[in-house]
């Protein structure tokens, strides 16, 4: 029952250090995404994937790089952090339901990330 | 672009008390409409959604009816609980043009008093 499960649950880098957060979902969805919340922003779509192999930019992806080498995992990457990439990340992965069509997100409980 | 808009919190309620928490979107095509809760210190959970006007989604005894009159998607709760603190996210999903990505708004926070 492990649902998304991301990795690592905290880490604290200092400004230009680089670093992958791994996402893994045990679901079979073909969508997986990132985001990021930051305090009265609610969440922004950083990228997100619509099958293996596949990656696209979202709303704000500008210092990040992602990869879908598999259809269970999403990762992402910060190759030189900034303390502007200070936030919570959150990983999820999404399938239409049979009854509705609808995408529902299935979400991580987070990675809390520090840059100094 | 698509958008959603929510009021701004926090929402300081006594227990039993009735909640509203406004949302209203702005999108192109036709998107389905979600309400999710985020408990501290943990993800996002699905709340309720409705994915077509007039549809009403609920769960856990809040509700959420689909405007599209008047492009909303407003969160009811006849009796709250001390349980129901939280954040909730208003989002919006056009799976016709967009991959089925999220767009949430700012995001509520409740705090309902004993």
């Known amino acids: 029952n492990a649902g998304v499960t991301q990795t690592p649950k905290f880490r604290v880098l200092k400004t230009g250090q680089s670093m992958t957060l791994l996402c893994a979902q045990d679901?079979?969805?073909?969508?997986m995404y990132w985001y990021r919340q930051d305090p009265g922003m609610g969440l922004r779509l950083i990228h997100y994937?619509?099958?293996?192999?596949?990656?696209a930019k979202g709303e704000v992806p500008d210092g990040y790089n992602v990869s879908r080498l598999k259809k269970q995992n999403f990762l992402l990457g910060l190759e030189s952090a900034a303390p502007s990439q200070t936030s919570v990340y959150f990983c999820?992965?999404?399938?239409?339901?049979?009854?509705?069509?609808?995408?529902?997100?299935?979400f991580g409980a987070g990675s809390r990330l520090t840059v100094l | 672009g698509n958008s959603v808009t929510q009021m701004e919190g926090p929402v300081t309620l006594s227990e039993e008390a009735f909640l509203t928490i406004n949302c209203t979107y702005t999108a192109t095509g036709y998107p389905s409409l979600f309400w999710y809760v985020q408990y501290p210190g943990e993800g996002l959970q699905l709340l309720l959604k409705?994915?077509?006007?007039?549809d009403k989604g609920s769960n856990k005894g809040f509700e959420a009816t689909y405007r599209k009159e008047t492009t909303s998607f407003h969160l009811e709760k006849g009796s709250v609980q001390v349980s129901d603190s939280a954040v909730y996210f208003c989002?919006?999903?056009?799976?016709?043009?967009?991959?089925?990505?999220?767009?949430f708004g700012s995001g509520t926070r409740l705090l309902v008093r004993p």
């Open positions: 999820a992965s999404g399938g239409r339901t049979a009854s509705s069509g609808a995408n529902v997100l299935t």
């Open positions: 409705a994915t077509k006007a007039d």
């Open positions: 679901m079979n969805h073909e969508y």
């Open positions: 994937s619509v099958g293996e192999g596949t990656t």
């Open positions: 989002a919006l999903s056009d799976q016709f043009r967009s991959s089925y990505k999220l767009i």
